[in-house]
């Protein structure tokens, strides 16, 4: 009798414990509840507008082309943000950059429209034919961040040449054979991408677009020419972006064919251009 309320007295408390609670006597759904209410929808973050870099390589006559691709940026309003020149790449460049115009790069190129593109041992001849423009720009100055890399022989050193009066800085990125011989131990650092683009995302570009034009060289260019274009086909760390431009074997001496280059440059970067503005 004893065992029998004893066992009846537990039975009767495992049937409380198993009885359910309510809503209110149940801590985890009330929680449950609570944490819905608050949630919000999750946001996604927006992908950064392009800010785009140009290197604009390195060519000779050819590098007359880039003034067509500059001319297709402008007509589609594609803003530069920064851009870099390369052998005669860098007096486009810097001109573009002095007031962010492709006008201005074709009206100062077409003063040396008559040069004969022969062998010269001195760049500033040449640079003579447009020397009041030069005296009267310098890089820092420009609408648009500029530079362009010159290589020192004697120091074997880089510089990314971005100060200055035009007339004193581009001997040092111009030069190079057989156009011109070194100025000052110096020459155009032509494979210098990397360098290139580092500079043009320390200038807020976000998108750097290398622009070649030794695509389809002729094989009667001199051999340190044919090698660079062989390397300039490779893909390059920091560019995101290539538009090979091919000038029809035209030679880096002919600087006659001005109005022929810029219009090919124009004509072959429209598509691309058409894509980057999809991009924007």
Same mark, same amino acid.
């Given at each position: 009798?004893?065992?029998?309320?004893?066992?009846?007295?537990?039975?009767?408390?495992?049937?409380?414990?198993?009885?359910?609670?309510?809503?209110?006597?149940?801590?985890?759904?009330?929680?449950?509840?609570?944490?819905?209410?608050?949630?919000?929808?999750?946001?996604?973050?927006?992908?950064?507008?392009?800010?785009?870099?140009?290197?604009?390589?390195?060519?000779?006559?050819?590098?007359?082309?880039?003034?067509?691709?500059?001319?297709?940026?402008?007509?589609?309003?594609?803003?530069?943000?920064?851009?870099?020149?390369?052998?005669?790449?860098?007096?486009?460049?810097?001109?573009?950059?002095?007031?962010?115009?492709?006008?201005?790069?074709?009206?100062?190129?077409?003063?040396?429209?008559?040069?004969?593109?022969?062998?010269?041992?001195?760049?500033?001849?040449? =640079?003579?034919?447009?020397?009041?423009?030069?005296? +009267? @720009?310098?890089? #820092?100055?420009? /609408?648009?961040?500029?530079?362009?890399? $010159?290589?020192?022989?004697?120091?074997?050193?880089?510089?990314?040449?971005?100060?200055?009066?035009?007339?004193?800085?581009?001997?040092?990125?111009?030069?190079?054979?057989? =156009?011109?011989?070194?100025?000052?131990?110096?020459? +155009? @650092?032509?494979? #210098?991408?990397? /360098?290139?683009?580092?500079?043009?995302? $320390?200038?807020?570009?976000?998108?750097?677009?290398?622009?070649?034009?030794?695509?389809?060289?002729?094989?009667?260019?001199?051999?340190?020419?044919?090698?660079?274009?062989?390397?300039?086909?490779?893909?390059?760390?920091?560019?995101?972006?290539?538009?090979?431009?091919?000038?029809?074997?035209?030679?880096?001496?002919?600087?006659?064919?001005?109005?022929?280059?810029?219009?090919?440059?124009?004509?072959?970067?429209?598509?691309?251009?058409?894509?980057?503005?999809?991009?924007?």
């Amino acid at each position: 009798m004893k065992y029998a309320l004893i066992f009846t007295a537990l039975m009767s408390l495992g049937c409380q414990n198993l009885r359910p609670q309510s809503p209110q006597e149940t801590p985890q759904e009330s929680t449950a509840q609570v944490n819905t209410k608050e949630q919000t929808p999750i946001q996604t973050e927006k992908e950064e507008p392009l800010k785009v870099g140009l290197i604009l390589g390195p060519g000779g006559a050819r590098a007359l082309a880039h003034v067509g691709f500059l001319k297709q940026l402008q007509n589609k309003k594609i803003p530069v943000v920064a851009i870099v020149g390369i052998e005669w790449g860098a007096l486009i460049a810097s001109s573009f950059a002095n007031k962010a115009s492709s006008h201005e790069s074709e009206w100062q190129l077409s003063k040396i429209r008559d040069w004969n593109g022969k062998d010269q041992s001195d760049v500033r001849e040449t =640079l003579k034919l447009i020397e009041p423009y030069l005296k +009267s @720009a310098r890089a #820092e100055s420009s /609408r648009i961040p500029f530079a362009c890399p $010159s290589l020192n022989l004697k120091k074997s050193q880089v510089y990314m040449m971005a100060k200055g009066r035009l007339d004193q800085l581009l001997p040092f990125c111009l030069s190079y054979p057989p =156009l011109f011989e070194p100025y000052n131990f110096t020459i +155009s @650092a032509n494979r #210098e991408l990397l /360098r290139s683009a580092e500079f043009l995302r $320390s200038q807020g570009a976000n998108y750097v677009i290398f622009v070649n034009v030794l695509n389809g060289l002729s094989l009667a260019e001199p051999t340190p020419w044919l090698e660079l274009a062989h390397d300039l086909k490779k893909p390059w760390p920091g560019v995101n972006d290539r538009l090979d431009l091919v000038i029809d074997k035209k030679s880096i001496r002919d600087f006659k064919l001005q109005t022929e280059m810029i219009q090919l440059g124009f004509d072959q970067s429209q598509e691309f251009t058409e894509k980057l503005l999809q991009k924007m």
